[in-house]
């Protein structure tokens, strides 16, 4: 028997993260990741991996950004 659980599991999204942190190793290097969706805004959040500091430009591969 399956556990009941009222809360649905969010469906990863692919999402184009680009950092725009001066002097970071990465910087406009765009990459593709797999993201989940937040209870509360911002929906997506990023790291960067180059310096740490968190993506504020995350895209959709097809219908561009999204906040
Ligand atoms: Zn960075």
């Not at 999204?13 to 001066?22: D, E, G, K, P």
């Not at 989940?36 to 959040?45: F, K």
């Not at 968190?54 to 999204?66: E, F, K, M, Q, R």
């Amino acid at each position: 028997m399956a556990a009941q659980d009222d809360e649905t599991e969010p469906d990863p999204v692919t999402l184009v993260a680009t950092c725009r942190t001066s002097g970071c190793p990465s910087q406009d290097q765009p990459f593709v990741g797999t993201y989940y969706a937040n209870a509360e805004p911002p929906l997506y959040r990023g790291l960067c991996m180059g310096c740490g500091q968190p993506i504020s430009d995350l895209a959709t591969p097809l219908s561009g950004p999204v906040s």
